[in-house]
């Protein structure tokens, strides 16, 4: 009859409780699907990034300070970060969907609670939250935040995104985009429209919409300029990278000093230096103090002092100078390789929700990969984005941790 006596039973078998045993046994051990090489990657990023750190670091602490301090600090936010991470893993992704709204509403009062006296002042912006030693960046938060929201509401459109759908979208995260630009923060205001024009596109918005949206853009961005909405540093970094300039006082002075950084590494880098030093930059020569201007300095620029906020926005510079284009060539190629994983989880999921999560995590980070490095290079505005899993900071390395959990999850649960 052309079935066998093996393939009736296996069936008949199969089928006990009126349900597939596999299908069961998925539900009940979904780690059996796990990405091991998403979550190796994620490991080799973040040890990759705590060894920069270190020789950003060691050599700028004061004599009496632990030289390991941004390490020891770096490890225990992977190791919170792992932690929310596996937890994650074991709550079905689905159930986010229902918990979107409560996700927005504690998003936008964090954000909120960061511009009264509970914020903290550092650099002239209010960002951050204390916790006793530690510090919280809701912004960062946000966006993971922005991610599962607009994927809730997108996924129940199924494709069918009319211009009603565009403008909630819109608005939906102007709310929190605007309490961030109060910050001050541009960056992070930045890559919620990328999250955005992200989302929406693979949510099913039309051309027509998009075209809209860039006229309005460009609208937006004429106003606030002639209006003087942007404060002047802020303009000075978006326009520094058109004509960076060497005074010593201009924020050209330092994208210039980040480009010598990264030339200077050549093919395989001059090396990192692990141990601290008690030599300190002479700020008027920028030679170690007691040299003469002419005297030859062997040491790198990353442990003279000279690029600022090298161990958070800046980091890469150290990468360029340090490990060469080798070790450039690598960092990218780990990038490349976790977010073609993203890309793929999206492809691989069973509903629009998973679909939509992988693609707001594959958006998040090749934006800010690309404005990160590139803002190194001189071909993007200086703004302030951390270069994910690498920048020193525990809010944005527990948030890029909480977006590998949503990756794992959409994953190991793509066959239920």
């Not at 045993?21 to 080799?44: C, E, F, G, N, W």
């Not at 002042?121 to 919280?136: D, E, K, L, T, Y």
């Not at 819109?170 to 989302?199: K, N, Q, R, Y």
């Not at 949206?213 to 942007?230: D, E, N, P, R, S």
């Amino acid at each position: 009859m052309g079935l066998s006596w093996e393939g009736m039973f296996g069936e008949a078998v199969d089928r006990i409780g009126g349900q597939p045993i596999s299908a069961r046994m998925a539900r009940k051990a979904p780690i059996r699907h796990l990405d091991p090489t998403l979550l190796l990657v994620t490991l080799i990023l973040t040890a990759y990034g705590a060894v920069v750190v270190l020789s950003v670091t060691i050599h700028r602490l004061p004599p009496e300070t632990n030289p390991n301090l941004y390490l020891i600090r770096q490890v225990l936010f992977a190791a919170a970060g792992m932690g929310i991470l596996v937890a994650m893993s074991f709550v079905d992704y689905r159930h986010f969907r229902a918990l979107a709204p409560f996700v927005y509403i504690a998003t936008v009062v964090g954000l909120v609670a960061v511009l009264t006296p509970l914020g903290e002042v550092a650099g002239g912006a209010r960002r951050w939250i204390s916790f006793g030693a530690f510090q919280a960046q809701p912004s960062e938060l946000a966006k993971v935040a922005v991610i599962v929201v607009l994927a809730a509401y997108l996924s129940e459109r199924r494709g069918e995104v009319r211009a009603i759908d565009v403008l909630f979208c819109c608005v939906t995260v102007a709310i929190p985009a605007v309490l961030i630009f109060l910050e001050p923060d541009l960056g992070t205001m930045m890559v919620f429209v990328a999250l955005t024009a992200g989302l929406l596109l693979v949510g099913g918005a039309k051309i027509r919409h998009f075209l809209a949206l860039g006229g309005v853009g460009i609208v937006a961005i004429a106003m606030v300029l002639q209006l003087g909405v942007l404060q002047d540093y802020q303009v000075q970094r978006i326009t520094a990278f058109l004509d960076p300039e060497p005074d010593p006082q201009s924020v050209g002075y330092n994208l210039v000093q980040a480009e010598i950084a990264i030339a200077s590494g050549g093919l395989r880098g001059k090396g990192m230096e692990l141990e601290p030093s008690t030599e300190r930059r002479d700020p008027t020569w920028g030679l170690p103090a007691g040299h003469v201007p002419d005297a030859p300095v062997e040491r790198t620029q990353t442990a003279l002092d000279f690029v600022p906020e090298q161990h958070t926005d800046f980091i890469f510079t150290a990468v360029g100078e340090q490990l060469g284009f080798v070790g450039s060539a690598t960092l990218l190629g780990l990038f490349a390789f976790l977010i073609w994983r993203a890309v793929r989880i999206a492809a691989l999921s069973k509903d629009m929700f998973g679909t939509l999560l992988a693609t707001g995590v594959a958006s998040l980070w090749a934006f800010q990969l690309f404005v990160n490095i590139g803002m190194t290079m001189g071909i993007m505005p200086i703004t302030g984005i951390p270069l994910p899993f690498v920048s020193y900071g525990g809010s944005s390395l527990i948030t890029n941790y909480i977006a590998v959990g949503l990756l794992l999850n959409v994953h190991m649960r793509r066959f239920l």
